[in-house]
């Protein structure tokens, strides 16, 4: 028998109130189709907390599949296993290899687990970390499916249709919360792709520390970074129009991670026909559309959830987490700053919690990931 472990929740809430480790034995007979994975790393995302506390767009069913006393789910989107074993010889998967899940919503956030061989994705780790497989089909995947989907409305021709940044043509994004982990992903793909960039990020508590943002930023590829009080201060429609050469090179599309009052600033700074694309509510502040975006520059504002097209997608899925794997192999991808939590037998069901309820903190060193 496999000793597991698994963080769980039967009701929703904050974090450090609802989560338990929950310890169960699993069977060394698995049904013929299945295997038994055990975790190699698996991050704290915001959806993932958001999910806790019930307050995410998708509801996760909540089971007794492991044995808790109440039904429970496990969190936890994202992360990469390693095969420990398959429960037929000749099933595709084999014992090490790495494997990601291939459903929404699969419950990483657990040392083991033992599921269908089609619930998981087989991916080649060759020259990878456990970290760098474990984060890249949240956050690398939403900037980059953004970035080669969206782009300005190509007008009623088109059937009002959109019409992607064009890889190579040094055409402008703008895109507010840069420092996420989606955002420092947009910027390194919009560099690689031949793409420019204008990154807004929140001023940090000493001029100092600011700059040393900007520079990492600058060092990823962004081509503008300006603080958030820069870009709602009266100058910046002028420092804008510096940047875009009075209008004449459009920005075509934006990114808003942030919500408030930031994303109507970036809908400001969008050409016309530019699209906004909101796919975070960091500030959990409502968007506001000035009316005359919409009529005189007519503005698209559109929504982006990764789930939704990944469902209807498995194919380009798969297809575009290679690609993303194959950039970072070939070391044109830096990894975006984590917090490794270290999670074996002893660690203590507190440090779980702590590690869970800091995800939705602003100002980290870096993501949260657990490491197993
Ligand atoms: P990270 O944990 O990597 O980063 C969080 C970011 O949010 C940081 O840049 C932080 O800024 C910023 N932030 C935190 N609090 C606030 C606040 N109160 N006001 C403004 N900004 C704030 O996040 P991810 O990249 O993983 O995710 C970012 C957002 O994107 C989340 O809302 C997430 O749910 C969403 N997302 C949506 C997807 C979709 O399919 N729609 C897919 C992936 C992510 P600072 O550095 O200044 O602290």
Same mark, same amino acid.
Request: aromatic share 8%; with cysteine.
């Given at each position: 028998?496999?000793?597991?472990? !698994?963080? %769980?929740?039967?009701?929703?809430?904050?974090?450090?109130?609802?989560?338990?480790?929950?310890?169960? $034995? @699993?069977?060394?007979?698995?049904?013929?189709?299945?295997?038994?994975?055990? $975790?190699?790393?698996?991050? @704290? &995302?915001?959806?993932?907390? &958001?999910? @806790?506390?019930?307050?995410?767009?998708?509801?996760?069913?909540?089971?007794?599949?492991?044995?808790? *006393?109440?039904? $429970?789910?496990?969190? /936890?989107?994202?992360?990469?296993?390693?095969?420990?074993?398959?429960?037929?010889?000749?099933? *595709?998967?084999? +014992?090490?290899?790495?494997?990601?899940? !291939?459903?929404?919503?699969?419950?990483?956030?657990?040392?083991? !687990? %033992?599921?269908?061989?089609?619930?998981?994705?087989?991916? &080649?780790?060759?020259?990878?970390?456990?970290?760098?497989?474990?984060? %890249?089909?949240? &956050?690398?995947?939403?900037?980059?499916?953004?970035?080669?989907?969206? /782009?300005?409305?190509?007008?009623? +021709? !088109?059937?009002?249709?959109? +019409?992607?940044?064009?890889?190579?043509? /040094?055409?402008?994004?703008?895109?507010?919360g840069a420092n996420s982990g989606v955002g420092r992903s947009a910027i390194q793909f919009g560099k690689l792709w031949g793409l420019r960039s204008i990154n807004v990020i929140r001023d940090r508590d000493t001029p100092e520390a600011t700059e040393a943002l900007k520079k990492e930023l600058q060092d990823l590829g962004a081509d503008v970074v300006v603080t958030e009080s820069q870009f709602l201060s009266r100058e910046w429609r002028d420092q804008l129009a510096e940047i875009t050469r009075k209008g004449r090179e459009h920005i075509g599309l934006g990114l808003n991670c942030v919500g408030g009052k930031s994303a109507t600033a970036i809908a400001r700074s969008l050409g016309e026909d530019g699209t906004l694309v909101s796919y975070g509510g960091m500030a959990r502040q409502p968007v506001s559309l000035p009316v005359g975006l919409l009529i005189f520059k007519d503005i698209r504002f559109v929504g982006f959830w990764l789930s939704r097209w990944n469902e209807r997608d498995p194919q380009g899925r798969k297809h575009m987490i290679d690609d993303i794997l194959n950039i970072i192999r070939e070391g044109k991808f830096r990894d975006v700053p984590i917090q490794e939590v270290k999670w074996d037998w002893e660690t203590e069901e507190e440090t779980l919690r702590n590690a869970v309820q800091q995800g939705l903190q602003g100002f980290r060193k870096g993501k949260g990931v657990l490491v197993f």
């Open positions: 028998y496999t000793q597991a472990k !698994a963080l %769980v929740f039967s009701k929703y809430g904050e974090p450090e109130d609802v989560l338990k480790v929950h310890t169960h $034995s @699993i069977s060394p007979s698995i049904p013929s189709s299945s295997v038994l994975v055990r $975790s190699l790393a698996a991050p @704290i &995302n915001p959806a993932d907390i &958001n999910t @806790i506390q019930g307050t995410y767009g998708a509801k996760p069913a909540f089971t007794s599949l492991i044995g808790t *006393s109440e039904p $429970s789910v496990v969190p /936890g989107n994202e992360g990469v296993f390693e095969v420990v074993s398959s429960g037929e010889p000749s099933s *595709s998967l084999k +014992k090490g290899d790495w494997v990601l899940p !291939a459903i929404g919503q699969f419950g990483t956030w657990r040392t083991h !687990a %033992v599921d269908d061989a089609s619930k998981f994705i087989k991916v &080649n780790k060759e020259g990878l970390t456990p970290t760098q497989v474990a984060t %890249v089909s949240v &956050n690398p995947c939403t900037a980059y499916k953004i970035l080669r989907s969206y /782009g300005p409305n190509a007008g009623p +021709k !088109a059937g009002l249709g959109m +019409k992607p940044l064009e890889v190579g043509s /040094g055409q402008w994004f703008i895109q507010n």
